[in-house]
């Protein structure tokens, strides 16, 4: 997974949300904020592996729906005091496709 690969449509993704996807056995977060930026993390929140894809997004972060952790969207790490980080990927939006590539 070294070159970018599609994901979806930029509109495919609820604002605010995420959608997910499936790479081998990994399940991604694709996240969209309120400015159509777009992020992408391993779909495991770094405390108790809830799913951060049904968290809520605020500005570069989402919320777990577990236990409100807050989580950096372009970095996996969790917002201090907590610690923790979720295996972030590298996203971007062209011409309303979103693509995500490995770091
Ligand atoms: S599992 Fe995410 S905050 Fe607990």
Redesign the pocket.
Known sequence: MNDWIKVAQLDEIPALGARTVTMDTMTIAVFRNSKDDVFALKDE?P????PLSQGIVHGTTVT?P????KIELDTGEAVAPDKGCAHAFDAKVEAGIVYIKAR
């Open positions: 929140c405390h108790k592996k809830g777990c577990l236990h409100n952790w």
